[in-house]
């Protein structure tokens, strides 16, 4: 059984051959025409799956289905990208489209997120969880929910926003409007926020240099600063750390998951990221002196290819 | 069909008897040995339903089960209170208690905000609604939640604790051990600690006449003051207002619910309430300019009875 996975992104389309097991045999991309008019990114990706099915040497007829993941607002169940952030697409009836070119495969559509939730409970550290959450903490902050093995989007597939649930009343403006949201506090966009803000209040920190190095002030900087020992970065880091672990247990104290799953660019941090999230959970979520069980707080397994293998568990 | 449904409270036990449309037949109450062995508040349950079956001339035969709804953290599936704030109930095991009693009657229990939701959605204003999150605004903040049609517990029966979301990141303390939760805003508690600072900023205003003759400062006190004009009292109404606005919010975007239903003390201010509940909502909602379902927030519907009700809607 082979599935195709789309992974749309604002710079680039990523898509893969993937089979039963979550190999991917073969994987191309594209850049992401975000400002053109959806037909003219559609043919780009019909172009990608056709290239894809001819590397391989597959027919379409060998393809259960294709998946795709995309950031935004999406209707998984009409077939449709209601909207996105970064790219050019309000109202995109998006299955529609690929069943044009491609009439008789499944296509199934669902938010990045929620995508890279399912992806992996079918291929990766969850597969043997029943309820998990798992965070991005990338530009943005996005939640992706399964209850009972099964993906949960709201009601016309409108929630599952944990990214814009507030955490600090009248604080930091967010891009939905709020102020305060978990995004505006946990996203690697904060986090540089955050870092930038201790730049200037401390002239003598490593961090400076750290980011001369690189050339700019980035997720890494105020991480990397801390592990040599620099004060000023250790206060971000330790005060990012308790926004992201607010959050989550936020979201544990609503769902209870068995897993959370922290994924995004700012997960490759790792260890000094993990380790402090789940002291935090162990000691802030709700009832644990009660023997509920314990909600563990891991880094997401797929990384790189998360995008991928997420939207094609989204055909199984 | 009749069931018999048990609200225990901190101060009193209620019971009723009631028949499958949701009419309470007869009720009755007897005050709560909060501090004593369970076993002896569980003697005094059981006299209590023979009382209600004896005045209703119904023999245990009759009756297709009974449900309690009960504050705290409640393992519906094990049919044991795990622990309650107010009760001296820790890992009691009352299904087991009450079938030594009534050995072959249906015994069901949760959490009385998750059974208040499911009465409102067998018996109240939330009939046809599939996606409902119940808030009661009392002593705590509870939340009951219903996902297409179904109580959703959390894994282990230990989720669904909406009150225990930090709003305000290193805010007010909050008796789950975290600071800055919904219940540390938006409780009867936290209006009545939000009137005595602004009382104490305002030596003029009106909350004090309105305290003074009651006895008391207390949830109505500033809504009664804002009511009449008064600025003080006005703007303790309006961030409070905004803090239960932000709370609920927050549900929504990960919910998505067609309805949210405020319940608990608070809630009989009415339209003054609500009406501002639902404008914050239309205004601050995630993504409501792509043609998203509306979110509705209206007053619950069972009031005085919603105990005894979403007990024993627990049997249904």
Request: proline share 2%; glycine share 12%; hydrophobic share 40%.
């Given at each position: ?31 992401t025409k ?35 993941g ?11 990208i ?8 309000v ?52 939640t ?18 944990g ?77 990012y ?28 941090e ?33 990384t ?13």
């Amino acid at each position: 059984m082979y599935i195709i996975g789309i992974d749309i992104g604002g710079m680039s389309v990523k898509g893969g051959i993937v089979n039963e097991n979550g190999d991917i045999l073969f994987k191309l991309s594209v850049g992401t025409k975000a400002t053109s008019d959806y037909k003219i990114i559609v043919s780009d990706i019909v172009e990608l799956i056709n290239k894809l099915l001819s590397i391989s040497n597959k027919d379409v007829g060998d393809i259960e289905g294709i998946g795709f993941g995309i950031p935004g607002t999406i209707d998984s169940k009409r077939g449709v990208i209601v909207y996105s952030n970064n790219i050019n697409f309000v109202d995109v009836p998006i299955v529609e489209a690929m069943h044009e070119y491609y009439p008789n495969v499944k296509v199934a559509i669902n938010n990045d997120a929620n995508a890279a939730a399912l992806g992996e409970t079918k291929f990766g550290l969850a597969k043997d969880v029943k309820n998990l959450i798992f965070v991005t903490l990338g530009t943005g902050v996005g939640t992706g929910i399964i209850i009972d093995g099964k993906l949960f989007e709201g009601n016309g597939s409108a929630g599952a926003e944990g990214g814009h649930t507030v955490i600090c009343v009248d604080g930091e403006r967010c891009s939905c409007g709020r102020r305060g949201c978990f995004e505006a506090y946990a996203s690697a966009t904060a986090l540089v926020r955050q870092t930038k803000a201790a730049i200037d209040k401390n002239p003598k920190t490593r961090m400076i240099s750290l980011a001369n190095q690189k050339g700019k002030i980035s997720g890494r900087t105020a991480f990397l600063a801390a592990a040599e020992g620099d004060k000023a970065a250790r206060e971000v880091v330790d005060k990012y750390i308790q926004y992201v672990g607010e959050g989550i247990v936020n979201l544990a104290n609503i769902f209870r998951p068995e897993l959370i799953l922290i994924g995004g660019g700012i997960s490759n941090e790792g260890d000094a990221l993990i380790l402090p999230l789940q002291e935090f959970m162990d000691k802030k979520c709700y009832g644990m002196i009660n023997g509920n069980p314990r909600v563990l707080v891991q880094k997401a397994s797929l990384t790189n290819d998360a995008g991928i293998l997420g939207a094609a568990s989204l055909i199984l």
